[in-house]
């Protein structure tokens, strides 16, 4: 009989689950952008926690910039993201998928950086096609995720040096999900919000193309950037 490995289901941390739970409120509109949460000792007192735990909750919630903390008066909504969030990702885990994008614009502007400086003519036709191979999967209406991966680890490995290929693959699940989740998402937009993205995404490859170190450098981080606040702000492609 062939060995079975089962992998035990990831524990989450309190913290995490108040993070959840406050993030259903506002997705909910049970909490509204300006809207005043309760204190820290009323969220422990009616979560059933430490007001260590809740303020660590409030502290992720701040760091991804759904709640402003203002200092002697209280924490208030910041931002609602879609209410679809949920469809594609447990409330808990958002968090994660928003701390995973933090690494990635360091890696990935550099990469791309590095990558209109070295890029030999194969590797640029390997970045020119999957960008092209996601142009025609959002405009067929399909998410897309696959391809999407594909561009950005094309820009990883024309940056000539391994080392960011082998950090990418470390956070490739939560970046996988995030990226699935950000697609998902625009896909409920309009051909013209959509369009965004794949104009993004040529901005990158041009810039990769003519040798646009900088230029590069800033079009991955700005289209990093905009992946997040997409994830967190429902308004962010009616803008």
């Given at each position: 009989?062939?060995?079975?490995?089962?992998?035990?289901?990831?524990?989450?941390?309190?913290?995490?689950?108040?993070?959840g739970q406050?993030?259903?409120?506002?997705?909910?509109?049970?909490?509204?952008?300006?809207?005043?949460?309760?204190?820290?000792?009323?969220?422990?007192?009616?979560?059933?926690?430490?007001?260590?735990?809740?303020?660590?909750?409030?502290?992720?919630?701040?760091?991804?910039?759904?709640?402003?903390?203002?200092k002697g008066?209280?924490?208030?909504?910041?931002?609602?993201?879609?209410?679809?969030?949920?469809?594609?990702?447990?409330?808990?885990?958002?968090?994660?998928?928003?701390?995973?994008?933090?690494?990635?614009?360091?890696?990935?502007?550099?990469?791309?950086?590095?990558?209109?400086?070295?890029?030999?003519?194969?590797?640029?036709?390997?970045?020119?096609?999957?960008?092209?191979?996601?142009?025609?999967?959002?405009?067929?209406?399909?998410?897309?995720?696959?391809?999407?991966?594909?561009?950005?680890?094309?820009?990883?490995?024309?940056?000539?040096?391994?080392?960011?290929?082998?950090?990418?693959?470390?956070?490739?699940r939560p970046?996988?999900?995030?990226?699935?989740?950000?697609?998902?998402?625009?896909?409920?937009?309009?051909?013209?919000?959509?369009?965004?993205?794949?104009?993004?995404?040529?901005?990158?490859?041009?810039?990769?193309?003519?040798?646009?170190?900088?230029?590069?450098?800033?079009?991955?981080?700005?289209?990093?950037?905009?992946?997040?606040?997409?994830?967190?702000?429902?308004?962010?492609?009616?803008?």
């Amino acid at each position: 009989m062939d060995k079975i490995n089962i992998r035990p289901a990831r524990k989450q941390r309190l913290a995490e689950v108040i993070y959840g739970q406050i993030l259903e409120q506002i997705l909910a509109a049970k909490l509204n952008e300006g809207d005043k949460l309760p204190s820290e000792a009323e969220l422990a007192v009616s979560c059933g926690v430490s007001r260590s735990v809740v303020r660590e909750a409030l502290m992720r919630l701040q760091a991804d910039g759904l709640v402003n903390a203002k200092k002697g008066i209280g924490t208030f909504v910041s931002t609602r993201p879609s209410q679809r969030l949920t469809e594609f990702a447990e409330p808990a885990e958002i968090s994660g998928y928003l701390r995973s994008l933090e690494p990635r614009i360091v890696l990935e502007a550099e990469a791309a950086r590095l990558a209109a400086q070295r890029r030999t003519v194969p590797q640029l036709s390997a970045i020119r096609e999957a960008n092209e191979a996601l142009r025609k999967a959002i405009e067929k209406g399909d998410v897309g995720r696959e391809e999407d991966l594909a561009f950005h680890e094309a820009i990883a490995k024309a940056a000539g040096n391994e080392y960011f290929i082998t950090l990418l693959k470390q956070i490739r699940r939560p970046v996988s999900q995030t990226v699935a989740i950000g697609l998902q998402l625009a896909q409920t937009r309009t051909l013209e919000r959509r369009n965004r993205v794949i104009e993004e995404h040529a901005k990158i490859y041009s810039a990769i193309a003519s040798e646009d170190a900088e230029g590069a450098a800033t079009y991955m981080r700005y289209h990093l950037l905009q992946a997040r606040t997409g994830l967190i702000d429902m308004h962010h492609l009616e803008r």
